[in-house]
């Protein structure tokens, strides 16, 4: 018996060394793991999300676009181009005589004889106009607000046929050039009014959970009167009452605010109900019983739990405002020409007629459509990497 009692207390050792040394080596492994943050920790699982990584590279790439339209747009919003009204997009030829160098051929006006309706069809016997990059335009346009600038990066000598790839509207602008500087007010104003409606809901919402009393009972009954009216409705109402005869700056404000003052409730209520039952938690009371503050508790200890339910609520939020100004624009009660957004640019898509004749004035629609897969692609790999649980 005592032997045996010998031999378990010698086992016992030696197997109590070997865990240590493998604790030691797994830990110099994985050091890195041991003391990230979780923010790092998320960016590291976010990287190995393809489809939501390659999404926010190109949505990187849109804002960049959105910020310097000019240089990216081969022209200027507003300008015209005589005779080519209602011009279809031209063909990029990718070859000329075996060697890459795209070119466009010149355009002539005709008529169909059944229809008597004209047209523009290029010339293949007339000449040949390169593509070139960065290339100087007509006139200066603002870059990054302080600088001005006539570089685009791509257009065609001068003398040539202006390069239209998504055709021309009614006035012989090119909207290709309109649909770049028409991101610059939809896409900025769903992360100006997103960044308004999170700090509300994130603020009344914490707030509202964690003190309580009678701030508790505010906020919930003006949570209620908002989402009992119908969003899209009151959009149109308060839309509706902003005068129409204001600069594009303001009218711009008055939007992002209209989109954001009602969009803040659904978030607030979820950081509401999270919070009281976060509240009575031991790391909560830990923290009061030091002496922390209510808002140090709330920002710094309470909201980091659900850090994952608020990422997918702002990455799911700027969609729906931008959704939300281009319905708006669409309607007329929107952003107003002069202003270009992509809802100003749907108005022309309105006639049913003209989107026969003219199919490429819905193109708009397929940047919005765009631009929405991508934040639900973001949002779904960001919700996965926040999320301890989904492996």
Not at 213 to 234: K, M
Not at 326 to 349: H, R, T, Y
């Amino acid at each position: 018996m005592m032997k045996d009692h010998e031999m378990t207390d010698k086992d016992t050792a030696n197997t109590t060394d070997d865990v240590l040394d493998g604790i030691s080596t797994l830990s110099k492994a994985d050091e890195k793991i041991y003391y990230a943050s979780q923010w790092q920790l998320i960016v590291w699982k976010f990287g190995r999300h393809k489809l939501a990584l390659i999404s926010l590279i190109l949505l990187t790439m849109m804002y960049i676009i959105a910020f310097t339209p000019g240089f990216f747009a081969p022209y200027l919003k507003e300008e015209r181009f005589k005779g080519y009204q209602m011009a279809k997009p031209s063909r990029v030829h990718i070859f000329d005589d075996g060697k890459l160098q795209p070119f466009i051929y010149d355009v002539e006006l005709k008529m169909d004889q059944e229809t008597f309706r004209m047209y523009y069809e290029e010339n293949p016997e007339g000449d040949k106009y390169p593509i070139r990059f960065f290339v100087r335009g007509s006139e200066k346009y603002p870059l990054f607000i302080f600088f001005q600038s006539d570089m685009h990066l791509f257009g065609v000598d001068e003398g040539g046929p202006p390069i239209m790839l998504f055709g021309s509207d009614g006035l012989g602008r090119d909207l290709f050039s309109r649909i770049v500087y028409g991101a610059t007010i939809s896409m900025t104003i769903g992360l100006v009014g997103v960044t308004i409606s999170f700090l509300l809901g994130v603020i009344l919402g914490g707030l509202a959970g964690y003190v309580g009393g009678l701030f508790d009972a505010v906020v919930l009954v003006i949570i209620d009167l908002l989402q009992t009216i119908p969003q899209t409705p009151l959009w149109m109402t308060l839309s509706a009452a902003v005068p129409r005869d204001i600069p594009v700056a303001q009218r711009y404000f008055m939007m992002t605010l209209v989109l954001s003052l009602l969009s803040w409730t659904g978030l607030a209520r979820v950081v509401r109900g999270r919070l009281l039952a976060m509240r009575e938690e031991d790391f909560a009371l830990a923290a009061k019983g030091a002496g922390a503050s209510t808002f140090r508790i709330v920002t710094k200890h309470l909201i980091p739990g659900f850090t994952s339910h608020l990422i997918v609520s702002v990455t799911l939020a700027i969609p729906s405002m931008i959704l939300g100004e281009v319905a708006l624009g669409f309607l007329g009660l929107g952003m107003q020409k002069p202003a270009v957004s992509w809802g100003v640019l749907l108005q022309d898509a309105q006639n049913i007629v003209a989107v026969a004749h003219q199919p490429w004035l819905i193109i708009p629609a397929a940047a919005v459509i765009l631009v929405i897969l991508l934040f639900n692609f973001v949002g779904d790999g960001l919700r996965d990497s926040a999320d301890p649980y989904v492996r």
